[in-house]
């Protein structure tokens, strides 16, 4: 190997090759501190106002300078802001960290620094296989670790309903739902979606359909919301059964979870449930063809270490729900990175 192969280049920023990987490769670093203070509460007790690392520290029980030298690295990639007494105030980007935040991140802050954390540490066993490293990592499939776990439960829960709220509130800007009279959110969780179209559009109903324990919250919320009589709640298994009379389908976050087999096997049954021509609405990442960095492709991974699911793309949606009697008529993006593939029944 000559030694000009050897000397560093620098790409167009400036920063050479082996630099770059570095960073990459350090990247837990940063999101681990994310999971440390979401954990903590950082964000929640700085809610009123500035506080100092002492004062911080103090609250929590944890060690001053350890606790400075964490803020002090996340301040410098935006989540807090450091004055020169070491004093430290919420950004726009750290407020996403505070527990009763619209669209709140802090469970999923949580939910990446422990269960998942722990899953990718066996990601290899999934490029061995091709199978979900977190079955291999304990013994069992996520919904299934999840029922048996009440405290994972009530973290992934939060997770997901947070990270709904941003979609939903997404999908209701970009997608026109006027004319509409009853939609089917199926695998609809604690029906963020379903709500938030409902309180867009006054003159539509809703039912909320998924496992019976998840309904249990979607109650509750959907209550909250003043929205109790244009919503049905439904418990079932999209496997076996899904509820029919609606003018339009919505699975939201839910096809990215199962592998085609699965997949088809939901779509069937709402195919079943579906007159003919009437909309379903897919809310997942579509990979495109760029080679540039894509955020679908690192939840593409994640799937596949997590649940054994998968990102798809526009001519894998499309053959897939051919093979459920569904036509793709458009792919529509929206302000975050999940799509809304609209297909009708033939």
Sequence with gaps: MSANHLQP??????????????????????????YAVAKLGVADLLGDGPKSDEQLATSLGVDKSAL?????????????AEDEKHNFALT?????????????????????????????????????????????????????????NPESRQVFDAAMTGLATQVSQAVTA????????????????????ATTILLAHPEMKAVVFDL?????????QIELTGLG????????????????????????????????????RILKQCRAAMDQGTRLLI????????????????????????????????????ELLAAAEFRVTRIIRTAVPESIVEAVAI
């Design 92 to 148: 726009p980007l750290g407020s996403l960290l505070q527990t009763e935040a619209p669209g709140s991140m802090r469970a999923m802050a949580v939910w990446n620094g422990e269960l998942s954390y722990r899953v990718w540490g066996a990601v290899m066993h999934s490029l061995e296989t091709g199978q979900p490293a977190l079955s291999h990592a304990l013994g069992k499939r996520l919904f299934e670790y999840l029922s048996q």
């Design 68 to 80: 400075y030298r964490m803020l002090r690295t996340l301040s410098s990639y935006g989540l807090f």
């Design 9 to 34: 280049t620098k790409q167009a920023n400036g920063t050479s090759p082996a630099m770059t990987l570095r960073e990459m490769l350090t990247g837990y670093w940063v999101s681990q501190s994310i």
């Design 283 to 318: 809310v997942d990442c579509v990979i495109t063809d760029t080679t540039e960095p894509q955020f679908s492709k690192l939840l593409d991974l994640q799937m596949l270490v997590v649940t054994g699911g998968l990102e798809r793309t526009a001519a894998r949606f499309t």
């Design 229 to 264: 009589s244009r919503c049905e709640v439904v418990g079932g298994d999209f496997f076996a059964h899904v509820p029919p009379g609606g003018d339009c389908y919505l699975l939201s976050s839910v096809i990215h979870d199962w592998d085609d087999e699965h997949s088809l």
């Design 174 to 193: 970009a997608y026109d739902f006027s004319g509409l009279k009853r939609i089917v959110d199926v695998g609809g969780g604690e029906g963020t979606l």
């Design 212 to 220: 019976p324990a998840a309904v249990e919250n979607a109650r509750e």
